[in-house]
């Protein structure tokens, strides 16, 4: 081996160590953005009152629920849904309680800075998840994320992506067509 030799893989290993220093740092930093993130999801409060506006409401009494209809309009606590359309599953016991929000046609959820868009969602109060699906985009400031598939469970704030949402996967029990290439992809955005 030459002396030049040596020192350039010397280089080279300096160089493929920094590399992998910076790669960790970064996802060090990624992971606890996200778990920041995901303790400001899970405090939400699904025991806070819902509100409800839209162009048309039906009872539909026998079958426990309510069909919203036009610029639906949902709110519990900093959480906004907004949907063409919606239904609202519940129980009645004595008093009423919401068991399930479906919604449909150009959803988005809101939460401060956070946005979540979507085909459809399912908003499960007793499991205290939230499900989209169908060419999802979640956004959180500069910071993109687009998948098949995204899942909120509100009490561990801990939210998953998935690239497709066909199959068994799908929000409404129904089967759903694939519309993405069945990857999860996105950008961050980086401090200058």
């Known amino acids: 081996m030459r002396p030049n030799d040596s020192t350039a893989k010397r280089s080279l290993t300096s160089t493929a160590l920094r590399s992998a220093m910076l790669g960790f740092a970064v996802t060090l930093v990624v992971a606890t953005g996200i778990r920041l993130d995901a303790q400001a999801i899970a405090s939400h409060n ?5 509100s409800y506006a839209a162009d048309r409401l ?3 009494d026998k079958q426990n629920r309510v069909v919203l209809a036009g610029n639906v309009v949902i709110s519990q606590a900093a959480l906004t849904l907004r949907a063409g359309r919606t239904v609202v599953n519940y129980s009645d016991a004595g008093s009423l ?3 399930r929000i479906t919604a449909t ?3 988005t959820v809101t939460r401060g800075n956070e946005r979540a868009s979507g085909e459809v969602a399912v908003y499960d109060f007793n499991r205290r998840i939230i499900t989209m699906a169908g060419n999802v985009r979640l956004a959180r400031g500069g910071d993109t994320l687009n998948g098949g ?3 909120i ?6 939210s998953s992506v998935d690239g497709s949402a066909a199959g068994s996967s799908s929000v409404t029990g129904e089967p ?3 519309t993405g290439n ?6 961050f955005a980086v401090p200058d």
């Open 46 to 50: 699904s025991n806070a009152p819902v």
């Open 97 to 99: 309680s919401i068991q």
């Open 182 to 187: 069945g990857r999860v992809s996105g950008s």
């Open 58 to 60: 039906e009872l539909q």
């Open 149 to 151: 598939r995204l899942t």
């Open 153 to 158: 469970d509100l009490r561990s704030g801990v």
């Open 105 to 107: 046609g150009g959803v």
């Open 176 to 178: 759903a067509v694939s």
